[in-house]
DNA sequence: TCAACACTTCGATTATAGTTGAAGTGTGGA
DNA sequence: TCCACACTTCAACTATAATCGAAGTGTTGA
């Protein structure tokens, strides 16, 4: 019966340690070369090369040549979502050192799920915009309200352009910290791509932890209200 | 990194050609005794025992003990729901030998999904009761009419008690042969169960392949108008 | 009580696949 | 031209895990 097998082959990528660590490392949308996933993976190059050229056959992973590098990146979207969900399924981590604790406390906070923001900060954020009436929560997605339409213009997102590109507009994105959603999509990217332009956030280098300026933390509160206890 | 450590523990349960064999297998809803699953996959009960201890270990699999026999069924039906969506990625799986292609064949005309009906025969059904009026489909489920309640009435399924069950009532489940939406949810199990009771579909012994009768063939062109060329 | 049966446990074998050192290719900069 | 660097390929080693025969447990039915 190789209908299973199909599947076998396609799962068994994702199912072994170093595979499943350079695929989360690749989780915050960036490209990273071979040499830097072996070192977050925890391996030699060589080892690291071996598995990203059956992750690139088995179209999980994406490479691009520039001169002496090669840059990896995640397929496409619908690995990324995949692999947010088989971190939502599985059970939590059990903290075994402090450096781990930490870096764990730091992804929940404030994290990046592909392209868009994740974690405390994405779901906060996320639940500020539908409490203000800029979003509707439905059933798969966030619905743009008319008074969101606004705030977002004011704010600098252009959702004209965000609308034309040929993804999910703002789609509800399942948190496997918060085990809430968050805003993901076209419209989720644009907002982080703004926090990024107005210096609000930056990304940490090896993590895709994500962390607030002082100005960040002004601007949230300000304009979303962010934390709201 | 343990984080990805649990992903990756739960993914490799799948990732292995005789337990992704065995899961399949399980994938009609059915309890299936050790013997006759180790006889699906082609291994010796010894070594289907081995994997099925680890597959209930892992929580995807869960046993009951009747006498001299243990019955095997999915855990529940986030499991089965995985699964079909992982057969919705993989690439179709390549035909060796006239058997496979027929049994094939069998199951893209009519299979259960879980517990309820998937394939030619599932998505027909559905997009027929879509035509006639009596679903309407939504995001990610469909929604039962006025005309739809008063069909389905009529044909024997109470909806009253279908919509009791602590499960979703309606949700569209995707086909990873047609690739189309199909009624899943306690509405297509109480469906499917209506059309066991009518005589009008028998299960095959082995297989997940669905058996359309004579009597069924009338009826699902009757009430349904299906096959609607 | 006994034999047949369903299943599990154990131990040995075998196959598979991850890992790494060494060597090779190609690019960039001095 | 030469060296440093990023990456890949190759070959050997090693660890892991799937498989199956043999033996053991517990249940059913005669």
Redesign the pocket.
């Known amino acids: 019966m190789s209908i299973n097998a199909n599947v076998a082959q396609v799962v068994s990528l994702l199912g ?3 595979r499943a660590s350079i695929l989360t490392s690749l989780m915050d949308g960036r490209f990273h ?4 996933l072996a070192y977050m993976a925890g ?12 992750l690139v056959e088995g179209n999980l992973v994406k ?1 691009e040549k520039q ?4 840059y990896f990146q995640l397929a496409n979207m619908e690995v990324a979502a995949l692999l947010e969900s088989l971190l939502a399924i599985s059970p939590p981590p059990e903290i075994r050192s402090l450096k781990q604790s930490n870096q764990l406390k730091l992804l929940q906070d404030a994290r990046t799920c592909y392209d868009h923001l994740a974690g405390k900060l994405g779901v906060g954020l996320t639940e500020s915009m539908v409490s203000a009436g800029y979003l509707e929560k439905e059933e798969k997605e966030f619905r743009v309200t008319l008074l969101g339409n606004q705030f977002l213009a004011d704010f600098g997102v252009d959702l004209d352009v965000l609308k034309k590109k040929r993804r999910s507009f703002s789609h509800a994105c399942i948190d496997w910290s918060e085990r809430h959603h968050h805003l993901g999509g076209s419209l989720g990217n644009g907002l982080m791509v703004r926090f990024l332009e107005l210096g609000w956030i930056t990304q940490a280098p090896a993590i895709r932890a994500v962390n607030i300026t002082e100005t960040g933390k002004k601007g949230f509160k300000q304009f979303f209200d962010y934390p709201n206890e």
């Open positions: 072994e340690a170093s070369t071979a040499t830097e391996i030699k190059p060589q080892t690291a090369s071996f598995h990203l050229s059956k490479a001169g002496r590098h090669r």
